[in-house]
Nanobody
Framework: QVQLVESGGGLAQPGGSLRLSCTNS????????MGWYRQVPGKEREMVAQ???????SYADSVKGRFTVSGDNAKNTVDLQMNSLKPDDTAVYYC???????????WGQGIQVTVSS
């Protein structure tokens, strides 16, 4: 069973940085993709950044040039380095993984990121 556990959230000032980490504390599977989504109250969950099997990364337009995703799909780890944070980045961030071949989708419990002065 896959259990995604996030860490590293919290409070940052505008222009500051935070790093989120996600690991699978359960059984390890090869993942087609791993990444991060975020959600604010009243809005749909949106993709922030993800790594596809083979290593290519994709980003939401709103975070390009500021956020960097890294990790190892085979080891089921993914990090998100967030720089030049803005108040609009405030959200609950969720780790996401899609299992290779069967496309099972897994979510972490979510971690709060607040950007405020």
């Amino acid at each position: 069973q896959v259990q995604l556990v996030e860490s590293g959230g919290g409070l940052a000032q505008p222009g500051g940085s935070l790093r989120l980490s996600c690991t699978n504390s359960g059984r390890i599977f090869s993942m087609r993709s791993m990444g991060w989504y975020r959600q604010v109250p009243g809005k749909e969950r949106e993709m922030v950044a993800q790594i596809i099997l083979g290593g290519s990364a994709s980003y939401a337009d709103s975070v390009k040039g500021r956020f960097t995703v890294s990790g190892d799909n085979a080891k089921n780890t993914v990090d998100l380095q967030m720089n030049s944070l803005k108040p609009d980045d405030t959200a609950v961030y969720y780790c996401n993984a899609v299992q290779f071949r069967i496309y099972a989708v897994y979510w972490g419990q979510g971690i709060q990121v607040t950007v405020s002065s």
